[in-house]
């Protein structure tokens, strides 16, 4: 079976390497990358060679234009589609992987619905209110015939929406599977790879636009950074932003707070899933809006102080914290996050996106499909009426 998984950006490539190489290690499976967005943008990081250091050639690379306003984004769609669907005419894959509600993922997705090709999908059926991934998430998913989500409630979300039970499986959150069994970096590795001591407490941050907050996320992020400063005495690791629209905005906004606080902040733009799950049992708290803080960040024991509305929707682990957008809220938010007590709360929560079995159950249902079957799709009632 040919199979090409479509990645745009470090994070979705950090989820699916385990179960790239896992398939690709099969007799008979053959297992191609299609790189697009972030990937080739030397800005976010360059992050081609982390998929090259898992042990891929890249066998596809579909660059797309910049700019960061929603029209600028829905050009680059449109480029991402013309491309993708000449490099998936190309390879000819029985199957296409994609994972989550990236712009650039409905693009490659459309692409491969128009060329016959079936689609795994992983983390539909989820719920992020503050932001339109949510609305790409459920186009994608009703474009794909193969589905693996991240907790039984997102199961019965799609069967809601006529996807076939028995191509709804409900295998956990891979970023969390991935936590539980990756071999860490050692802390002299991650120090030496960020110039940094690990000996200092330490808090890590990331601050995405919410992209149906009419706010300027500018602001937002300011607020962030001023409830941080309120915290001077932790070292301070913040990462970039996702290429989203008014991203460069926050950029800015962090590289100048870096720049006025040399001493104690630094500013990564991909620490990579090795580095990044490493370096969680070091830090005391992880900051933001991203998912991670919502999916992956409660299996390492540690708070997470979640920002606004980009997350919306989603199940949440003991150990998170949800507060406003004001200084003052995240301020407050951060000092119990801090405190003894919900540090204690945290190291003792239970992730609703753990399951012991995700990797297997991913890579069963896969080599198990019939690829042909897939291509036609029938809407599953759920109501006595039809």
Same mark, same amino acid.
């Given at each position: 079976?040919?199979?090409?998984?479509?990645?745009?950006t470090?994070a979705d490539?950090?989820?699916?390497? +385990?179960?790239?190489?896992?398939l690709?290690?099969?007799?008979?499976?053959?297992?191609s990358?299609l790189a697009?967005?972030?990937?080739l943008l #030397? #800005?976010?990081?360059?992050?081609l060679?982390?998929?090259?250091?898992?042990?891929?050639?890249i $066998?596809?690379?579909? +660059?797309?234009? !910049?700019?960061?306003?929603?029209a600028?984004?829905?050009v680059?769609?449109?480029v991402?589609?013309?491309?993708?669907?000449?490099?998936?005419?190309?390879?000819?894959?029985?199957l296409?992987?994609?994972?989550?509600?990236?712009?650039?993922?409905?693009?490659?997705?459309?692409?491969?619905?128009?060329?016959?090709?079936?689609?795994?999908?992983?983390? !539909?059926g989820?719920?992020?209110?503050?932001?339109?991934?949510?609305?790409?998430r459920h $186009?994608?998913?009703?474009?794909?015939?193969?589905?693996?989500?991240?907790?039984?409630?997102?199961?019965q979300?799609?069967?809601?929406?006529?996807e #076939?039970?028995?191509?709804?499986?409900n295998?956990?959150?891979i !970023?969390?599977?991935?936590?539980?069994?990756?071999?860490?970096?050692?802390k002299?590795?991650?120090?030496?790879?960020?110039?940094?001591?690990?000996d200092?407490?330490?808090?890590?941050?990331?601050?995405?636009?919410?992209?149906?907050d009419?706010?300027?996320p500018?602001?937002?992020c300011?607020?962030?950074?001023?409830?941080l400063?309120s915290?001077?005495?932790?070292q301070?690791?913040?990462?970039?932003?996702?290429?989203?629209s008014?991203?460069?905005?926050?950029i800015?906004?962090?590289e100048?707070?870096?720049?006025?606080? +040399?001493?104690?902040?630094?500013?990564?733009?991909?620490? !990579?899933?090795?580095?990044?799950?490493s370096?969680l049992?070091?830090v005391?708290?992880? =900051?933001?809006?991203?998912?991670s803080? =919502?999916?992956?960040?409660?299996?390492?024991?540690?708070?997470?102080?979640n920002?606004?509305?980009?997350?919306d929707?989603?199940?949440?682990?003991p150990?998170?914290?949800?507060?406003?957008d004001s200084?003052?809220?995240i301020?407050?938010?951060?000092a119990r996050?801090?405190s003894?007590?919900?540090?204690?709360i945290? $190291?003792?929560a239970?992730?609703?996106?753990?399951?012991?079995?995700?990797?297997?159950?991913?890579?069963?249902?896969?080599?198990?499909?019939?690829?042909?079957?897939?291509?036609?799709?029938?809407?599953?009632?759920?109501?006595?009426?039809?």
């Amino acid at each position: 079976m040919r199979i090409t998984v479509a990645t745009g950006t470090r994070a979705d490539w950090g989820l699916l390497s +385990p179960l790239a190489r896992a398939l690709d290690k099969l007799p008979g499976f053959d297992v191609s990358i299609l790189a697009t967005n972030m990937h080739l943008l #030397q #800005q976010f990081g360059n992050t081609l060679s982390e998929i090259e250091a898992d042990g891929f050639d890249i $066998a596809a690379r579909v +660059p797309m234009p !910049g700019g960061d306003t929603p029209a600028d984004r829905a050009v680059a769609m449109g480029v991402c589609l013309e491309g993708s669907a000449r490099e998936l005419a190309r390879l000819q894959p029985d199957l296409l992987l994609i994972l989550g509600d990236r712009y650039e993922m409905l693009a490659i997705a459309s692409a491969a619905t128009m060329l016959g090709i079936p689609i795994a999908h992983l983390h !539909g059926g989820e719920l992020t209110y503050g932001a339109i991934d949510d609305n790409i998430r459920h $186009a994608i998913s009703k474009l794909s015939a193969l589905h693996f989500t991240s907790t039984e409630k997102a199961r019965q979300r799609l069967i809601a929406m006529g996807e #076939q039970p028995s191509r709804v499986i409900n295998t956990g959150a891979i !970023g969390v599977w991935n936590f539980c069994n990756f071999k860490p970096m050692p802390k002299a590795e991650i120090e030496a790879s960020l110039n940094i001591s690990l000996d200092r407490p330490t808090l890590l941050a990331t601050f995405h636009p919410a992209t149906l907050d009419p706010a300027d996320p500018t602001i937002r992020c300011r607020a962030m950074l001023e409830a941080l400063d309120s915290f001077a005495d932790r070292q301070l690791i913040i990462t970039y932003p996702n290429n989203d629209s008014r991203s460069q905005g926050i950029i800015n906004e962090i590289e100048a707070y870096t720049a006025a606080n +040399p001493q104690r902040v630094l500013t990564v733009r991909s620490l !990579g899933l090795r580095r990044y799950q490493s370096i969680l049992p070091y830090v005391e708290a992880v =900051i933001g809006n991203s998912s991670s803080g =919502i999916l992956e960040v409660p299996s390492a024991g540690i708070p997470t102080v979640n920002i606004g509305m980009r997350q919306d929707g989603r199940d949440r682990a003991p150990s998170v914290i949800d507060c406003g957008d004001s200084a003052d809220d995240i301020r407050r938010a951060i000092a119990r996050a801090l405190s003894p007590e919900f540090r204690d709360i945290a $190291a003792k929560a239970c992730n609703p996106y753990y399951r012991p079995d995700t990797l297997t159950l991913m890579v069963n249902a896969i080599t198990s499909c019939d690829p042909e079957a897939l291509k036609t799709k029938k809407f599953h009632h759920i109501c006595t009426d039809r």
